[in-house]
């Protein structure tokens, strides 16, 4: 993804001098490649265009407290990455028909993942909330969300080799879970 970097002295005129210009270039240089990010987890442009537009605005409502951002890039990688699965999750409360909702499951699964029980299901899932933060992020931007290792390492600002041992430390411990229960 190309994302153009806030300078420091355009930090300073957008957070001190709230130089509208400076926002707006800045806003205007890097809207394409955060529109297709947010696209990337919704499948969807205008819902996309609607999470840019509100990451960018409260950018620009920070004011001063812009300044004490690190790094502005990953923060707002990081608030749109978070509207997206909040997205998600009101679409999951909407959806309400579980007999549909097993019919394209099963539709869409592999012959290996319907054979995967409830019960599997529930210590998968249990595993996943009990693996280290970092290693947990690395494991949905992967296998949920089918970032290639070289996009989840950019995500999370570490290197490919990094991923690829968050990758597997995850899988060890998904299978030693699954394990106990046998």
């Known amino acids: 993804m190309l994302f153009k970097p806030l300078l420091e002295e355009d930090k300073v005129r957008i957070a001190h001098y709230r130089e509208e210009e400076a926002f707006k270039a ?38 001063g407290d812009l300044m004490r951002i690190k790094s502005v890039e990953q923060y707002i990688l990081r608030a749109i990455k978070n ?41 998968i899932h249990q595993a996943i909330l009990n693996l280290p933060e970092k290693t947990r992020e690395a494991f949905k931007l ?3 969300e089918q970032y290639s290792y070289r996009q989840a390492a950019e995500i999370m600002n570490i290197s490919v080799n990094t991923i690829d041992k968050h990758i597997q ?13 046998k």
């Open 142 to 144: 992967v296998k949920e």
């Open 83 to 123: 509207k997206c699965l909040n997205q998600f999750r009101v679409r999951q409360l909407v959806y309400t028909d579980q007999d549909e909702l097993k019919d394209e499951l099963i539709n869409d699964s592999s012959p290996e993942q319907i054979f995967i029980t409830n019960e599997d299901l529930k210590i």
């Open 169 to 181: 430390n995850a899988l060890q411990r998904l299978l030693k879970a699954l394990r106990k229960k």
């Open 26 to 63: 800045y806003f205007m240089a890097n809207y394409r490649a955060l529109e297709n990010y947010a696209a990337s987890y919704l499948g969807d442009a205008h819902m996309a265009q609607d999470i840019v537009s509100e990451v960018m605005w409260q950018i620009w409502r920070l004011e």
